[in-house]
């Protein structure tokens, strides 16, 4: 028995020698699903696994970002009774058409794991086919139900990462963004009553009609999710930039054109200062969603109740999200504030070299640097401790309010300072090569201070917490 593990061990072995993970080709999500009037999805999700653990694996993990909706969840964004709570029901799990063990374990029902019933070794490949149904909850979250859209983020079993040795787990936190996935490739298949459009993560390849249903198709390469948005109300605008187009998908907005102006002309800012923009489309939603925006690979939500200026700033937040985690990405449950501190940074010049949409730079950074200011002397008033360290998991924090200033506002003052001591010019040139670095892959503080190496003791005096503002 120990020769036949040595064995396995020396076979799984063999494929990484001359091979890094560079080389290997991505995993792909084959998904098929159709959307009931209901709120119901049923669907298949063939996944077809490239192995890049170096020892191999004869398990996988998944995440199941949906559980955290339902009604007996302990760790869940949903704060108050809804009408409707979500559910999830894995059917089957299945390998060249024979079952596989599986179990729906975590800390709160949050991972589906997959026994393979051999050992996959590195660069080889599997497909693991999972039929599941879904009930989305009532409300305005990622992934909902809402009274004027249907919100499809999140929606199916994700890949854990692979890190230091073993699968991540995510849990669904209230505070923050609980994702962190891997860039994959994606082919999707959405049916729908007809009477919906659906704005996705990719432009639709095909879309084909039959009686009241149609059936969308999509594909999209290196992307660390696939999200839809669906609505009997929207209206869409679209312009080219490009070989990109951009759309705006709306129900309530007066002035829809402002929005999908400054969604292009922010596209085209970013992708000029920091690289190209990855994908054929991009498309901006107007959404049931209870805070301002959220970002996903190719499509972005704001939230419908939004005035004109916040409006405008979300769209651009989200927007240059798609380089800041979209295309490098990180740990959102640890290490928050490397996507939320450069795309707040990112929106703040956008606006100081677009005076055009009169939402002031020098305000931005005033009010990031008195909020995170004030968080410390309201703590010590009250005569709590005060912890600014920036690297901190999600459950540790002790409610929005520090997480905001924690994620968004300190980051946003360090990289202001940062732009003080070394000019704005330098900044730039340092996170242009840090996203042609590290585009589709992830990241961590090290890279960030590896890259800002001029002011490597500045950032460390922030992540740490030491620094005053």
Known sequence: MKKFLLLLVIVC??????????????????????????????????????????DGTDVLKFNLFTNAFRKDASITPIEDNISVYGETEIISVKEKGEDLKFEICGSDKNILKVELGKIICYGEKITVDIDFGLVLPSGSFRYCKGES???????????????????????????????????????VEMLVPSKMVVASSA??????????KTLYSYELKNARDFALVLSEKFSVISEKSGSVTVNYYYYDDSEPEKTLEVTKKSLEYFSTTFGNYPYDEFSVCQSNFSEGGMEYPGLVYINDTLNLANKLYTAVHETAHQWWYGVVGNNQLTEAYLDEGLTEYSTAIFFDENKEFNISSALIFENARKSASMYGEILQSVGKETDYKMVKHLKDFSGNLEY????????????????????????KTVLKKYYETYKFKTVTTNELLENFSLAKKLLSSYIEGKAVV
């Not at 073993?166 to 891997?182: L, V």
């Not at 200033?405 to 000019?423: F, H």
């Open 404 to 427: 905001v200033n924690t994620a968004y506002n300190r980051p946003l003052t360090m990289m202001k300072t940062i732009e003080d001591a070394i000019g704005r010019d330098k900044v």
């Open 203 to 212: 432009k639709a390849s095909s879309c084909d009609v039959s009686g009241d």
């Open 13 to 54: 072995l063999v494929p990484c020698f001359g091979c890094n993970k560079q080389d290997l080709e991505n995993s792909c999500y084959k998904i098929y699903a159709e959307y009931l009037d209901n709120g119901v999805i049923g669907a298949h999700l063939s996944f077809d696994y490239v192995c890049d653990i170096k």
């Open 149 to 187: 859209t249907v919100n499809l983020g999140n929606w199916f079993p994700v890949l854990c990462v692979y890190d230091n040795g073993a699968f991540y787990e995510c849990e669904y936190y209230a505070i923050g963004d609980p994702f962190y996935s891997e860039v994959a490739d994606f082919k």
